[in-house]
């Protein structure tokens, strides 16, 4: 397994190269450009506040929190998880062309979807901190050193999508559905995590509490959690339910690893 | 003789052919309990043993469907045989499958970007070799070099993609097939390329139908048949052994 990380390690070049690659196709080919990847999340964004903040007033069940400001910080990595499900499928077979005629650790295509989401997010990212730049000079809010947070959950959501993309990109060769049957695991999925719900809501639902240890089973609850801790303190996941995410996410990277490995010389054929 | 620049020991690569193409999730969870699809395995290469030593030029002959490309592709480390152990003393720079690897929205500019650095070779490398590699594939390709590669002609895209791979400082060159599909002038030009690239010292890896081109640049000679070596020797008695077995 070294050997083979170390060969991903030298091919970081190749992975930048494929990054911008997809960028600049995605972008050169509308006129709004960049805008577009501050626009998709802005609107989903504007219309889950509308109906979440506004007409079901969720303020209530944060302590006074601004509801804007917990839903955009999980919204918006959310879109990055929701992306790489959507499109790492179709990592290694929309890239076919490259990978039998050029030799490249082929992890480099999988990983370098979600690289691409992460910029992506990136670029959304300082609509966060401008919401709540405007909620610390009107609202009872403040920036804290828990900031510091965001780095740790991002990289911990990587390490995550690193092994999710692995898996699925290599999965939907061998299995070509796995590709639709991830369109409708990923609608599933949003309500499975507090992004657009605040956790206590969950906590005192008064669910049973091995259904309440199956909920926090799901890596994307941790994970949705540490991205609110980052600008409402308040949401930073208990010991146990982070010890539970990171675990799952270590093993996700791992299995993934293993399984393309062990897919790879079939996937080369079947390209 | 050179050192030995291309070792494989008892290479088999496996094919299943009733495998479909497209298996659905469905076809998984339906057959895959007891009632499997009955497999049906070939091997599309066995038992195959050679050293290639630096500076070789080698042949690869056979019928369609042999498995000449197949071996090609491993050689070029884009696909991983079942069996035995391939080893490459050097970087490959291949082109297979009549195309460089050019995807079909990119602009032939982009492409040659992309699959030159893809390939290994730096952002200045590549400036001071584009306008080499655009003049190197002709006028047409020169005056399309910035429409996206789906408006070429197949001519116009092995052009570029032989240009790009030729560009490449790599000690081993694989060829699948590519000087079938060029003009007489493009061909000429790559026959100087080759030679110009034989005199420096470079292996040549070449998988060919005509007889002219083999004879022209190898010396050496493999001579495949369902997927098993049947002459490891000078080209003329591989080429021998193929026309036998043609004739008959």
Known sequence: MTSNIV?????????????RRDLTVKYQQSVLGYLWSLLEPLAVAATYWFVFGFLYNTKGDLDGAPYLLFLVSGLFSWIWTSAVLGEATT???????????????RQVFPIGRVFGKFFEYLAALPVVFLIAMIYSFTADYHFSWDLLILPFAILVQGVFLVGIALLLSSANVLLRDVQRFMSLLNRILFYSAPIIYPMAKVTESGMPGWLLRIYEANPLVGIAQLHHAAFLPAEFPSTSLLATTLTECVIIFLAGWFFFRRVEPAVLKEL | MGQPIIVADNIGVKF???RRRNTKLRDFFVQGGKRRLKVDEFWALRNLSFTINAGEAVGVIGRNGTGKSTLLKIVAGVLIPDEGTIHTYGRVAPLLELSAGFSNDLTGRENVQLVGALHGMSRDELKEKLPKIIEFAGDQVASAIDTPVRHYSSGMRVRLGFAVIAQLPHPILLVDEVLAVGDKEFRNKCY????????????????SHSEGDLKRFCKRGLYINAGHMEVDGPIMDALDAYNGLVRT
Not at chain 2, 192 to 207: A, C, P
């Open chain 1, 7 to 19: 060969a991903v390690w030298r091919s970081r070049s190749v992975l930048g190269l494929l990054v």
């Open chain 1, 91 to 105: 990592a290694l077979t929309a890239q076919a062309r490259l990978i039998t005629t050029i030799k490249v650790p």
């Open chain 2, 16 to 18: 299943v052919r009733s």
């Open chain 2, 192 to 207: 100087k390329t080759i030679e110009q690239m034989l005199s420096d010292g470079r292996t040549l890896f070449l998988v």
